[in-house]
T-cell receptor
Framework: GAVVSQHPSWVICKSGTSVKIECRSL??????MFWYRQFPKQSLMLMAT?????????EQGVEKDKFLINHASLTLSTLTVTSAHPEDSSFYIC?????????????FGNGTRLTVT | KQEVTQIPAALSVPEGENLVLNCSFT??????LQWFRQDPGKGLTSLLL?????REQTSGRLNASLDKSSGRSTLYIAASQPGDSATYLC?????????????FGTGTRLQVTL
């Protein structure tokens, strides 16, 4: 089955530093990947849609200069949290769909727990 | 703006019971609806996907139904087991391709006790 790998699974960083999270589709290609954010005991909120070879599309209220997204290949999208602050601490999850299979389910990574101290 | 609500927010049942989780959405113009399972601190596992033209989907002990016109879906779990304990999320998609971003419900935390 389709597998989405996310790395790292958890990271602790100091306030003001930047953190990069990788999302890879291991056995399929994905021109589109999605980045979600989840606060404790809350549902997932879409942050942005990552498009291979072009700029990401950000949801309203999401700072594009703070959450940098790069989708340089058909199997890799990265999310960089720049100048992280404690309020950025959250669970970040990426997802992807099999290319050309619009009726297939979205496949999710295992998430990255970010803690900013 | 699409809003997705799940009832109940939490549920505890003894092992062996059948149960129903509810999901409602405000905009019936959906492309498909998907049910997910999330274990604590983990990502999401897709359980069932129902296209807008379908009424239900089944996988093992799970059965999901969709009433698009009334904006409702249910997830039926038969003969529940302790391993079913998790948070269950429903999500709707408005379209295909890049429009296939999902709007998630608030989730139902299920605990199946011995």
């Amino acid at each position: 089955g389709a597998v989405v790998s996310q790395h790292p699974s958890w990271v602790i960083c100091k306030s003001g530093t930047s953190v990069k999270i990788e999302c890879r589709s291991l056995d399929f290609q994905a021109t589109t990947m999605f980045w979600y954010r989840q606060f404790p005991k809350q549902s997932l909120m879409l942050m942005a849609t990552s498009n291979e070879g072009s700029k990401a599309t950000y949801e309203q209220g999401v700072e594009k200069d703070k959450f940098l997204i790069n989708h340089a290949s058909l199997t890799l999208s990265t999310l960089t949290v720049t100048s992280a602050h404690p309020e950025d601490s959250s669970f970040y999850i990426c997802s992807a769909r099999l290319e050309g299979f619009n009726n297939s389910p979205l496949h999710f990574g295992n998430g990255t727990r970010l803690t900013v101290t | 703006k699409q809003e997705v609500t799940q009832i109940p927010a939490a549920l505890s049942v003894p092992e062996g019971e059948n149960l129903v989780l509810n999901c409602s959405f405000t905009d019936s113009a959906i492309y498909n609806l998907q049910w997910f399972r999330q274990d604590p601190g983990k990502g999401l596992t897709s359980l069932l996907l129902i296209q807008s033209s379908q009424r239900e989907q089944t996988s093992g002990r799970l059965n999901a139904s969709l009433d698009k016109s009334s904006g409702r879906s249910t997830l039926y779990i038969a003969a529940s087991q302790p391993g079913d304990s998790a948070t269950y999320l429903c999500a709707v998609s408005k379209g295909a391709g890049t429009a296939s971003k999902l709007t998630f419900g608030t989730g139902t935390r299920l605990q199946v006790t011995l």
